[in-house]
């Protein structure tokens, strides 16, 4: 891996494409309104961007019904549409230094974990979708003799995907590739704080082959850009990761337009209901911290509360403690760093809010203050609030920054699963116990969409990913059943007579 002072001089050469990919080209904007791309590393310019409008996302799904309409992409056979998205993804790898770059620059993530995690997560996903499609088979349903009932996956049209700014290049990946593998066209709208990466996908897709008009990505903030897609009439389908206030929005702009298809990947506030038989409190110390500061606890599902046996609370803080020092914040284009910074101002700003409330309210344990290893950057130090009631703010809230709640509980698993499942959401949870029907009771009992016994945060492509209650619905990113919300199931039968 390159030197910091390397990958500093390549970012401020970084001359990055901001125009929005429309049907095979990038295009002068229609919108005459630019937007500051900053860096939180040091709160510099990286870019200005064309805030698109209307009349650009218009252009974009025109060009996508278009090539969806004509066939040039989902009539194509499995295989060949395979071909094409292996390219892509080998392309996404060959561009892995100047895609980790302008996604560690755009949000301020470690590069090693860009390098490491976020490229080829995006390439690996695109290939295992290509990989996917031509393994899928259809069915026949058991009629009788007199007729034969095919039911087949069609794919649904023009999907608009909007995502967040915490994991763009993965979370772009995990709604691009099975819709495109799928046979649909694609308007992908990144997040204004990281539209860098994902406008250079459009050219990469390209450059792979795929057909004109089968990828487009406009850049643009939420109101001017990603209202407009969710309330676009040639629009079939809505592929949504972000918060749950713009969640609901999308509701509300599918039942206000033509009831496109929603389907929502929201925030999170993910319980580590920890009990005192815990197999090994050193390495659930080390994931827990790992799961609450990585990427600065920018992460839906982070295990943001710990929930634990009282009599093991000490062991466990040590042992988060130890961890957090190694992760303390640092420079986004030093290879050493293990946690960069918050992604922007607003952000930063709101999560010192969350430090001032959780300093009146509760224990400090750990760090509370912010950070600044880079002049001008948003910063904060690793996190740890004790003695929380779960009623208070700090506990309820996603604060999205590194910061991890402690819940006391006395030993009883009825009040760990309470503990754990008093919240809005439901993205994700863990259980660390050494009594295996515990483990699978409070599993079974916790209302998430994920859960982890012993282990944190590992994950495989093959296993679905969502939530439950106002961590979302209408479908799961990751595993075949991502193809569900993102093709319609036709019934077509044939009468044989009698
Ligand atoms: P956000 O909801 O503010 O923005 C997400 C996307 O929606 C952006 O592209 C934004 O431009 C767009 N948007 C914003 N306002 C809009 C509007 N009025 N109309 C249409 N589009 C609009 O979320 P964020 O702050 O970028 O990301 C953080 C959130 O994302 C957190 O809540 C986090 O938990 C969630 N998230 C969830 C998952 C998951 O898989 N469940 C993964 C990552 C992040």
Redesign the pocket.
């Known amino acids: 891996m390159a030197a910091a002072t390397s990958w500093v001089e390549r970012a401020e050469t970084l001359n990055p494409e901001v125009r929005p990919f429309i049907d095979g080209d990038y295009q002068q904007p229609r919108s005459d309104v630019t937007f500051v791309d900053a860096s939180p590393r040091d709160g510099t310019t990286v870019a200005e961007v064309p805030n698109c409008d209307a009349a650009d996302v218009d252009a974009a799904v025109a060009a996508a019904r278009q090539a969806f309409d004509d066939g040039r992409w989902r009539d194509r056979s499995p295989r060949s549409r395979k071909r094409a998205l292996l390219r892509f993804a080998d392309a996404i790898e060959a561009h892995r230094d100047e895609l980790a770059l302008l996604e560690s620059v755009d949000v301020g993530k470690p590069i090693a974990d860009a390098l490491r995690t976020d490229v080829p997560g995006c390439a690996n996903t695109i290939r295992w979708y290509a990989e996917a499609v031509d393994k899928i088979y259809d069915e026949v349903a058991p009629t009788g003799p007199d007729a034969l009932a095919l039911v087949r996956r069609e794919p649904i049209g023009v999907v608009g995907t909007?995502?967040?700014?915490?994991?763009p290049l993965i979370?772009a990946a995990?709604k691009i590739g099975p819709a495109l593998a799928a046979g649909n066209t694609c308007v992908l709208?990144?997040?204004?704080?990281s539209p860098l990466s994902a406008l250079l996908l459009g050219g990469l897709a390209a450059e792979a082959g795929l057909p004109d008009g089968v990828l487009n990505v406009v850049p643009?903030?939420?109101?001017s850009?990603?209202?407009p897609?969710?309330r676009h009439p040639l629009v079939d389908a809505i592929a949504?990761?972000?918060?749950?206030?713009?969640?609901r929005?999308?509701l509300m702009?599918a039942a206000e337009s033509n009831l496109k298809e929603v389907a929502?990947?929201?925030?999170?506030k993910s319980p580590q209901v920890v009990f005192a038989d815990c197999p090994d409190p050193e390495a659930a110390a080390n994931a827990i911290a790992w799961g609450i500061f990585y990427n600065a606890g920018?992460?839906?599902?982070a295990g943001s509360r710990l929930v634990v046996e009282a009599s093991i609370e000490d062991r466990l803080l040590a042992g988060i403690a130890e961890t957090a020092a190694a992760l303390q914040p640092g420079d986004p284009l030093d290879p050493q760093t293990t946690m960069g910074a918050i992604?922007s101002a607003e952000?930063h700003e709101r999560v010192s809010g969350y430090l001032d409330l959780g300093q009146r309210e509760a224990t400090v344990a750990l760090g509370g203050h912010t950070a600044q290893p880079v002049a001008g950057g948003y910063y904060v130090e690793p996190t740890v609030f004790a003695g929380v009631d779960n009623r208070m703010r700090i506990a309820r809230d996603?604060i999205?920054g590194p910061v991890l709640t402690v819940h006391r509980f006395d030993g009883s698993p009825d009040r760990a699963i309470a503990l754990g499942n008093d919240t809005d959401y439901g993205?994700a949870a863990a259980v660390w116990t050494s009594d295996v029907t515990r483990a699978h009771r409070v599993a079974r009992e916790l209302r998430a969409g994920t859960v982890w016994v012993n282990t944190f945060e590992v994950s495989d492509l093959a296993t679905p990913?969502?939530?439950y209650k106002a961590?979302?619905f209408g479908g799961r990113?990751r595993s075949l059943h991502a193809f569900d919300h993102l093709t319609q199931l036709k019934t077509t039968w044939i009468g044989l007579g009698r």
Request: net charge negative; charged share 15%.
């Open positions: 909007v995502v967040p700014w915490n994991y979370l995990w709208k990144p997040a204004e704080q643009g903030d939420g109101p850009a990603g209202e897609l969710g949504f990761t972000g918060s749950t206030a713009v969640g929005r999308f702009y929502l990947e929201l925030g999170g920018q992460t839906c599902h992604v952000q996603e999205f993205l990913f969502g939530g961590s979302g990113d």
